[in-house]
């Protein structure tokens, strides 16, 4: 076998575990996980590189269907995953609510024409563990290959990794050399990773709607700044009553989540940091074309 390289996207229902699969793969924390639906707002890159090839991962936000705002973006972002990415992966949960809706993504990669997988994820649990074999004999009958993953500690987590890494290099084509930098585990800068952490706090400490309307920008990123690097983030709300939310009583919200994001952000860097935090309500952002390039949700046929 040449080398071989390419694009594999993970395509999938909202909160089918895609983010933990890409996570795992790679052995590295690249994309942002929390248990509620669409997490992932946009593509994010997970590369495992070894000598016989290179497998760029891509995390597609869930299938949703809308037609304006961020829900209409975190829609197209999906479709051009699946026509961008060489192979397919198939992420299908064995606790999806719906049958239908695991048809519709294994209808889906099938139909694209590119080479694919069915993964099923969230194996461990075994009260529906009898779905395992129902998930199987679909995706098998629309002409793929199935496996079944279980994203835990476990003593052959190395094992099943590299099983399944074998498995997707042979889904892609040849290639003359690796497509990104063979030390690399994403193409995502510090700045924009500290961003998503940030983000991936507030899901984990906000709850109802509010998760999903709001957004993070980083207003300064100085890595150079003495003592200690410095980053000043705005949490923008799409509703003036968010703001108190996000707040919380003696600002006790924030505090969590500027702690917890603080701790991420400084493993990731390797070092203390300075980050200041800050809310602000701007209801015209979900539906704003120009802010939502600016925060990263635009489509490449808005370019």
């Known amino acids: 076998m040449g080398y071989k390289a390419g694009f594999l996207g993970l395509i999938g229902q909202p909160n089918a575990g895609k983010s933990s699969l890409m996570n795992f793969l790679v052995n590295e924390k690249v994309s942002i996980v929390s248990a509620k639906p669409q997490t992932t707002r946009r593509r994010i890159l997970g590369i495992w590189s070894t000598e016989q090839g290179q497998v760029v991962f891509v995390d597609a936000p869930g299938l949703i269907k809308a037609s304006k705002g961020l829900n209409n973006f975190l829609a197209k972002e999906a479709e051009e995953v699946i026509a961008d990415s060489d192979a397919l992966l198939a992420i299908i949960s064995v606790d999806e609510q719906k049958p239908e809706d ?30 395992i074999m129902i998930l199987r004999k679909m995706i098998e009958e629309k002409g793929g290959k199935s496996m079944s993953v279980s994203i835990k500690q476990n003593e052959d987590e190395q094992e099943e990794r590299e099983a399944l890494l074998i498995e997707f290099l042979n889904l892609l084509p040849e290639s003359p050399a690796p ?107 979900l539906e704003n074309k120009r802010m939502m390039k600016e925060l990263g949700y635009g489509t490449k046929s808005e370019d």
């Open 102 to 131: 695991a048809e519709k993504v294994i209808d889906m990669v099938a139909k694209s024409g590119k080479p694919w997988m069915g993964v099923i994820t969230k194996a461990d649990l075994e009260e529906k563990a009898h779905r």
């Open 179 to 285: 497509l990104y930098d063979t030390e690399l585990f994403t193409n995502e800068n510090v700045r924009e990773m500290a961003s998503e952490i940030i983000r991936e706090k507030c899901f984990e400490s906000l709850h109802q709607e509010i998760p999903y309307s709001l957004a993070v920008r980083i207003i300064k990123f100085d890595e150079n700044a003495s003592p200690i690097p410095k980053i000043y983030a705005e949490i923008m709300v799409s509703k003036d009553s968010h703001k108190a939310i996000v707040i919380g009583k003696e600002a006790a919200v924030i505090k969590k989540i500027g702690m917890d994001s603080r701790k991420e952000i400084e493993k990731l860097m390797g070092t203390k940091v300075f980050l200041d935090l800050q809310v602000v309500a701007k209801p015209e952002w």
